[in-house]
């Protein structure tokens, strides 16, 4: 099953990744990870979304994209029933790379795992991640999102 959300703005992107924050603070549904796969066009609202769900989660330090280091990792706090959140973005490596990583491990674990341009490691996804697909719209702030 899928969704469709319309966004019109940055704002409204940052809301989507708040409600989404919330749900995964509720009652625990998984056994392991929570993994997302984030794909869509540069400039689509990958990392917006990802840096607002990560200080939606109470992370209080700066969020900038890992594309120059490929991952980076922020603790949760102790009343989360996840450890950490891992912000991977895998535009520049493979699924070897993401094994040397630790990807494992993170999966193994409970933590978020928000991956941008996942569609290039897709072989390496679980078979429970959660799809999000972000497109451009017509209008300048206009995107599309769409949830699997």
Do not use: C
């Not at 992107?13 to 796969?37: D, F, N, S, W, Y």
């Not at 949760?76 to 450890?83: A, D, E």
């Not at 679980?126 to 999102?145: A, C, D, L, M, S």
């Amino acid at each position: 099953m899928s969704e469709k959300i319309h966004s019109g703005s940055a704002r409204e992107t940052r809301a989507l990744a708040e409600t989404i924050a919330q749900e995964l603070v509720g009652p625990k549904k998984h056994e392991r990870a929570v993994t997302m796969g984030l794909v869509g066009d540069l400039g689509s609202g990958k990392t917006t979304f990802t840096q607002s769900l990560i200080k939606s989660l109470g992370v209080k330090k700066g969020v900038a994209s890992p594309t120059f280091v490929i991952f980076k990792r922020f603790k949760l706090s102790r009343q989360s029933r996840f450890r950490n959140i891992y912000h991977i973005d895998a535009y520049r490596i493979d699924k070897k790379d993401l094994l040397d990583l630790g990807w494992n491990k993170m999966l193994s674990e409970d933590n978020i795992v928000v991956v941008e341009w996942a569609d290039r490691v897709r072989v390496a996804m679980p078979p429970h991640t959660v799809w999000i697909r972000f497109q451009h719209g017509e209008k300048e702030n206009e995107r599309y999102i769409t949830i699997n």
